[in-house]
C-alpha cells in the first residue's frame, strides 16, 4: 500500500507562484509512476502532470506547458509540482496519485493509489 499526502495549496494572486508535494508512505515511489490531477467546480478531475519515478520521463497537458515543473526527491519520497505563473482558470483541488510501474499515463482510471486533494485557489 502506498498512502499520499498532497501540501502546498493556498490562495495566491495571478501570477503568483506555488509548489505542491505529495509525500509518500508505505513504500518507495522508485518503480512507480506519479500523476498530478485537478479538479474544478462542476468540472470533471482533469490530468495535469506525470513522472515517471525511474525512467524520468514527464509529461504536462497542454494549458500547463511551460508555467508547472514536475519533480521528485529521492530521498524524502516526495513528488512536487513548482506551478508558475498561476491564473484564475488554474484554481482547483490537485490530487497526486501513483500506479506501479514506470509507465505514466494520462487518465486517472490507471492511477491506483490517491492522495485527499489540496486546494489551490488562484484570485485574479
Known amino acids: 500500500q502506498v498512502q499520499l499526502v498532497e501540501s502546498g495549496g493556498g490562495l495566491v494572486q495571478a501570477g503568483d507562484s506555488l509548489r505542491l508535494s505529495c509525500a509518500a508512505s508505505?513504500?518507495?515511489?522508485?518503480?512507480?509512476?506519479v500523476g498530478w490531477f485537478r479538479q474544478a467546480p462542476g468540472k470533471e478531475r482533469e490530468f495535469v502532470a506525470a513522472i515517471s519515478w525511474s525512467v524520468l520521463s514527464t509529461d504536462y497537458a497542454d494549458p500547463v506547458k511551460g508555467r508547472f515543473s514536475i519533480s521528485k526527491n529521492n530521498a524524502k519520497n516526495t513528488v512536487y509540482l513548482q506551478m508558475n505563473s498561476l491564473k484564475p482558470e488554474d484554481t482547483a483541488v490537485y490530487y497526486c496519485?501513483?500506479?506501479?510501474?514506470?509507465?505514466?499515463?494520462?487518465?486517472?482510471?490507471?492511477?491506483?493509489?490517491w492522495g485527499q486533494g489540496t486546494q489551490v485557489t488562484v484570485s485574479s
Open positions: 508505505g513504500r518507495a515511489l522508485s518503480g512507480y509512476a
Open positions: 496519485a501513483a500506479r506501479g510501474g514506470s509507465t505514466w499515463y494520462r487518465g486517472e482510471y490507471a492511477y491506483r493509489y
